[in-house]
């Protein structure tokens, strides 16, 4: 039951800030659930291995290249999913940073 209501919160998130941030065009929020549990899965399976050898930047730069991280696997799943675009990168990253603050904040709330 947590993992659903967590992946609905997520899809929460990306839908909020699809609609509120210029540049991020997302059908649905079935899309959006789609999208929040592509973007969990890739986080599962490549975040830990990118996290893990970014380490020593991610020390150098107290933190921030998590951000960067979190852009470029929000990108691929850009990529993969056809109805939901983000026009260019400095976009993702905002993206990354609100999708990130925003589930943390709705989790908080909610589980």
Same mark, same amino acid.
């Given at each position: 039951?947590?993992?659903?209501?967590?992946? *609905?919160?997520?899809?929460?998130?990306?839908?909020? &800030?699809?609609?509120?941030?210029?540049?991020?065009? +997302?059908?649905? %929020?079935?899309?959006?659930?789609?999208?929040?549990?592509?973007?969990? &899965?890739?986080?599962?399976?490549?975040?830990?291995?990118?996290?893990? @050898?970014?380490?020593? &930047? +991610? @020390?150098?730069?107290?933190?921030? @290249?998590?951000?960067?991280?979190?852009?470029?696997? *929000?990108?691929?799943?850009?990529?993969?999913?056809?109805?939901?675009? +983000?026009?260019? %990168?400095?976009?993702?990253?905002?993206?990354?940073?609100?999708?990130? &603050?925003?589930?943390?904040?709705?989790?908080?709330?909610? *589980?």
């Amino acid at each position: 039951m947590t993992i659903i209501l967590s992946l *609905l919160l997520k899809s929460l998130a990306v839908f909020i &800030v699809a609609k509120i941030l210029p540049g991020i065009y +997302i059908k649905n %929020f079935g899309t959006a659930v789609l999208v929040a549990f592509i973007y969990s &899965v890739i986080n599962f399976l490549l975040g830990k291995i990118l996290f893990f @050898f970014a380490f020593p &930047v +991610i @020390f150098i730069t107290f933190g921030l @290249f998590v951000f960067i991280i979190d852009a470029f696997l *929000l990108w691929i799943t850009d990529k993969i999913i056809e109805d939901f675009e +983000i026009d260019n %990168f400095v976009t993702t990253i905002l993206a990354a940073f609100l999708i990130m &603050v925003s589930d943390r904040l709705l989790s908080w709330i909610f *589980l």
